[in-house]
T-cell receptor, first 114, second 111 residues
Framework: EAQVTQNPRYLITVTGKKLTVTCSQN?????MSWYRQDPGLGLRQIYYSMNVEVTDKGDVPEGYKVSRKEKRNFPLILESPSPNQTSLYFCASSLVGGAIYGYTFGSGTRLTVV | GENVEQHPSTLSVQEGDSAVIKCTYSDSASNYFPWYKQELGKRPQLIIDIRSNVGEKKDQRIAVTLNKTAKHFSLHITETQPEDSAVYFC??????????FGAGTRLTVKP
């Protein structure tokens, strides 16, 4: 089944403790992206990747890192999480970049930083 | 960057009625206009999209219309059912190799 897989689905952590949210897609998509969703603010892009070894900042990149060493994986890294990063996170992929095809989203990761 | 506005922010209709959600955008170079549906606690899912060389596209009870001159496109849902209740997002192509999501419209269909 074609899908985007995110792990974990739920995570509670403490301020400052490094964490990684994994994202993997099995559709051979070139484009991958991370979003955070907060009430009243919709979906805001954190980082995106047009292809392997190519990443770029979105609208809200502060406090996050990403890497794209393989086509299928695009992990989101929080080096020192803070409470304002408590949010619902979605990974998404698309056949190619350039916003010419729709996105397939992962199931989401609900992160709470205390 | 692309400015995207959706209206209304909430919409309540009776089952069987029609619902229309409008999305306005600012980038005249946009060429791709999708709508996503997000049910409570679930991921957004693409439900319909349209490209700038087409004015209208229909898929069973849902349709999207595009007015490039006025820079807006709309989602139309006919014969609404309770399972249509969700948050709907427009996401016009916003340049910079990405889409910009609207703030969402919460649709409630009352049985």
């Amino acid at each position: 089944e074609a899908q985007v897989t995110q792990n974990p689905r739920y995570l509670i952590t403490v301020t400052g403790k490094k964490l990684t949210v994994t994202c993997s897609q099995n559709m051979n998509h070139e484009y991958m992206s991370w979003y955070r969703q907060d009430p009243g603010l919709g979906l805001r892009q954190i980082y995106y990747s047009m292809n392997v070894e190519v990443t770029d900042k979105g609208d809200v990149p502060e406090g996050y890192k990403v890497s794209r060493k393989e086509k299928r994986n695009f992990p989101l890294i929080l080096e020192s999480p803070s409470p304002n990063q408590t949010s619902l996170y979605f990974c998404a992929s698309s056949l190619v970049g350039g916003a010419i095809y729709g996105y397939t989203f992962g199931s989401g990761t609900r992160l709470t930083v205390v | 960057g692309e400015n995207v506005e959706q209206h209304p922010s909430t919409l309540s209709v009776q089952e069987g009625d029609s619902a229309v959600i409008k999305c306005t955008y600012s980038d005249s170079a946009s060429n791709y206009f999708p709508w996503y549906k997000q049910e409570l606690g679930k991921r957004p899912q693409l439900i319909i999209d349209i490209r700038s060389n087409v004015g209208e596209k229909k898929d069973q009870r849902i349709a999207v219309t595009l007015n490039k001159t006025a820079k807006h496109f709309s989602l139309h849902i006919t014969e609404t059912q309770p399972e249509d209740s969700a948050v709907y997002f427009c996401a016009p192509e916003g340049g910079n190799n990405d889409m910009r999501f609207g703030a969402g419209t919460r649709l409630t269909v009352k049985p």
